[in-house]
């Protein structure tokens, strides 16, 4: 059965930290795009980072720049994506997904917040509060 877990959620204080990590089984990621979304209560889905499969490049929406990280170890078949200085907006359910790209869209080069998705996980929740 192929499947993205998320793990790693937890309730944290404003200015902390907190790793998550988004393991796949029953396929290897390491052909694969991975974006990290997330989606706060009564809110749409937001795009939060993305790394393209060889982990050259990645992209960040605005609102995280400068404190999220995302990685990623081919090796362990797990993406992780590393939230610092987190603020009560960071409250969500976050979800990856995994993109196989396409015969014009070559993921080892790119990756892309707007595109859809092949495979998601199930979420795990991030709570910011004092």
């Known amino acids: 059965q192929l499947q993205l877990v998320e793990s790693g959620g937890g309730l944290v204080q404003p200015g902390g930290s907190l790793t998550l990590s988004c393991a796949a089984s029953?396929?290897?990621?390491?052909?694969?795009?991975i974006s990290w979304f997330r989606q706060a209560p009564g809110k749409e889905r937001e795009g939060v980072s993305c790394?393209?499969?060889?982990?050259?490049?990645?992209n960040y929406a605005d609102s995280v720049k400068g404190r999220f990280t995302i990685s990623r170890d081919n090796a362990k078949n797990t993406v992780y994506l590393q939230m610092n200085s987190l603020k009560p907006e960071d409250t969500a359910v976050y979800y990856c997904?995994?993109?196989?790209?396409?015969?014009?869209?070559?993921?080892?080069?790119?990756?892309?917040?707007?595109?859809?998705?092949?495979?998601w996980g199930k979420g795990t929740l991030v709570t910011v509060s004092s």
């Open positions: 997904a995994a993109d196989r790209g396409s015969f014009v869209y070559n993921v080892k080069e790119y990756c892309s917040l707007r595109r859809g998705m092949d495979y």
């Open positions: 029953g396929f290897t990621l390491d052909n694969y795009a």
């Open positions: 790394i393209t499969s060889s982990g050259g490049s990645t």
